[in-house]
């Protein structure tokens, strides 16, 4: 069965670090998603993807982040100057249209120290 | 915006017991609803799912009906057991105007926890 990868699965990093997370999402898919979940709390849409472009972002996806589709399989989310306040699990999502379902990777536990 | 409201947990209940975790929602166009599932250690997996008023969504054994009228998708199970325990979220898309690329919407997410 199909599926979304991300890697690395757990990454730690310095204050102040720029970290890449990987995301790919199922290879037929044209929405990809970002979205993160602080320890204890709800999952946040960060960011929509559609057509090699943003589509959609919410209030957290400030200048600090940056997506990209470097070729036709990896979606990456990079984080610039990272802070304490930025760890928390970021899941990747993909969906084959934006109105069916979308499919989580089983997400990258970002850790910064 | 849009939101999504579902009980707090953590949820304890005996094998074999009914389940219900309510969830209401608000939002300003026409959501579809979604109920999401993570298992420990895992990613979210989408448990089922309803696009319009009165749809109900069934899958496992878990059921969830689209209540436009009380802006509800409470999600239910007849009995349930130790393998069901999990974190479920509630979500919607489709609520505002950014068509599908907006996004879902969570809940906070309901810890369930099935003894033996």
């Known amino acids: 069965e199909p599926e979304v990868t991300q890697t690395p699965s757990h990454q730690v990093t310095q204050m102040g670090q720029e970290v890449i997370l990987r995301c790919v999402p199922i290879?037929?898919?044209?929405?990809f998603y970002w979205y993160r979940q602080i320890l204890g709390q709800k999952v946040e849409f960060l960011v929509s993807?559609?057509?090699?472009?943003?589509?959609?972002k919410s209030e957290i996806f400030d200048d600090q982040f940056s997506v990209e589709r470097p070729d036709g399989s990896n979606f990456t989310l990079k984080i610039r100057s990272t802070k304490l306040e930025d760890s928390a699990m970021y899941f990747c999502?993909?969906?084959?249209?934006?109105?069916?379902?979308?499919?989580f990777g089983q997400g990258t536990r970002l850790t910064v120290v | 915006g849009d939101s999504v409201t579902q009980m707090e947990g953590p949820v304890t209940l005996s094998e074999e017991a009914f389940l219900t975790i309510n969830c209401t929602y608000t939002a300003t166009g026409y959501p579809s609803l979604f109920w999401y599932v993570q298992y420990p250690g895992e990613g979210l997996q989408l448990l089922l799912k309803?696009?319009?008023?009165?749809d109900k969504g069934s899958n496992k054994g878990f059921e969830a009906t689209y209540r436009k009228e009380t802006t509800s998708f409470h999600l239910e199970k007849g009995s349930v057991q130790v393998s069901d325990s999990a974190v479920y979220f509630c979500?919607?898309?489709?609520?505002?105007?950014?068509?599908?690329?907006?996004?879902?919407?969570f809940g906070k997410g309901t810890h369930l926890i099935i003894q033996p």
């Open positions: 993807f559609y057509n090699n472009e943003i589509s959609e």
């Open positions: 290879s037929n898919h044209l929405y």
């Open positions: 309803a696009t319009k008023a009165d």
């Open positions: 999502a993909s969906s084959g249209t934006g109105l069916t379902e979308a499919f």
């Open positions: 979500a919607l898309s489709g609520g505002g105007s950014g068509g599908g690329a907006d996004g879902l919407t």
